[in-house]
């Protein structure tokens, strides 16, 4: 199915035919793509395959599970915040969280360096904190592993931060905001505690923090938290998403804990392009400050999908991506900036064309399509003459 068409008859049948190999692929029960300008102008959009086990068809308009796509929600609030002066981004952590959540979490070589983590740490992942997900204790699973087997099990910052002082090891110290690039390492026990310390700073739950600070000011009437009741408001119902053959969608238990949102295809443009032109701020220029400097993701030899790592360099709250010329022919794509989740899902702008690109696989076992389609994309768009206004 195809929505808000407005390219050649040619560029249409091109994209279709993307999005359908994408959606024939391992594991992948449904797919969707979008396209829209930097303005915010709805470009393309498609859905194929099937929403759920009774056979929904997926539609451009079917809600879907974002992953980690909600870190680019989650640093823009953080910076609403910021903004209106509740807290400061090189202010310590534990200034902002009860010493119960911070005390001890970062310790290396017999030294506690919890006290030198800051906001801006957080949202760039240079805290050196382990990776929560992947933890556990002795003759326990990781929380990683225990999604889809105890469905009704869930945990919070209180478990993640003791799960963390107990079991983790940090990578590193944290690293310097000093000009200079620094390897980092992606881990979602970061912007846990930015979730929580939006919820203090704010002085309520994520999802009304979310709802007065991005939700009302774009009207995105469907995007939403999970288990909320902003989620009756979506229409369909969200599509379900996968861990290989396992039905991953629950409303309550371990989704939830994973604090992330759901959307649409056109809402996710909405939101990008509110996020590239600084709508969302009070003052645009404070969207710059996502991309004021990047640091280079380690390499990661790791099987769990918990998250990115080399070739792509994380900002604040946001990851900077171009696909090396070998894997493309020698041909130089375009860079992306945006996030990536899980489930295979994107979100990117692509400052070069003038366009944003949405989409996602919904499934666990697709969390690198993004890397590997999404630059594919972007090239066959230069060759249909595909750009926005502002577009070299």
């Not at 970062?106 to 760039?124: A, F, K, N, Q």
């Not at 919904?362 to 768009?381: H, N, S, T």
Request: hydrophobic share 40%; with cysteine; proline share 7%.
């Amino acid at each position: 199915m195809t929505e808000g068409t407005t390219v050649s008859q040619e560029a249409d049948t091109r994209l279709r035919s993307m999005l359908q190999k994408l959606a024939r692929g391992r594991g992948v029960r449904h797919a969707i793509m979008a396209i829209g300008t930097g303005g915010g102008e709805m470009i393309w959009t498609g859905a194929e395959g099937t929403a759920d086990e009774a056979g929904t068809p997926m539609t451009p308009q079917t809600p879907f599970f974002l992953a980690s796509v909600t870190k680019l929600y989650i640093a823009t609030a953080v910076l609403c915040l910021m903004e209106r002066g509740g807290l400061e981004l090189d202010a310590p952590m534990h200034t902002c969280l009860p010493s119960k959540l911070t005390d001890g979490l970062h310790r290396m070589d017999g030294v506690d360096r919890t006290g030198e983590i800051t906001l801006r740490h957080l949202l760039g992942h240079a805290t050196g904190l382990p990776e929560y997900l992947v933890l556990a204790r002795e003759g326990e699973k990781s929380l990683f592993e225990r999604v889809g087997v105890d469905l009704h099990e869930g945990w919070g910052i209180e478990e993640i931060t003791s799960l963390v002082r107990d079991c983790g090891r940090p990578h590193f110290p944290p690293r310097p905001f000093d000009g200079q690039r620094h390897t980092i390492r992606y881990s979602d026990t970061n912007f846990q505690l930015l979730i929580a310390i939006i919820e203090a700073v704010y002085g309520g739950p994520l999802h009304e923090a979310f709802d007065a600070l991005i939700f009302q000011p774009l009207a995105l009437s469907r995007t939403f938290l999970p288990g909320t009741s902003a989620a009756v408001e979506a229409s369909p119902d969200p599509a379900a998403f996968w861990g290989g053959d396992h039905r991953l969608d629950m409303a309550e238990g371990p989704l939830r804990s994973f604090r992330d949102l759901y959307s649409t295809a056109p809402e996710t443009l909405r939101f990008m392009a509110a996020l590239v032109m600084g709508e969302v701020f009070e003052n645009p220029a404070t969207a710059g400050i996502m991309r004021e400097h990047f640091n280079p993701l380690a390499f990661s030899l790791s099987l769990r999908p918990v998250g990115p790592g080399w070739p792509t360099e994380y900002g604040l709250g946001m990851i900077r991506f171009r696909m090396p010329r070998f894997f493309t022919g020698f041909r130089q794509a375009p860079t992306l900036f945006g996030h990536t989740g899980v489930t295979g899902s994107w979100l990117f702008h692509v400052p070069d064309l003038d366009l944003i690109l949405s989409g996602t696989v919904d499934q666990v076992m697709g969390a690198p399509i993004p890397y590997r389609f999404v630059p594919r994309l972007v090239l066959a768009l230069e060759e249909l003459g595909i750009r926005g206004p502002d577009g070299g």
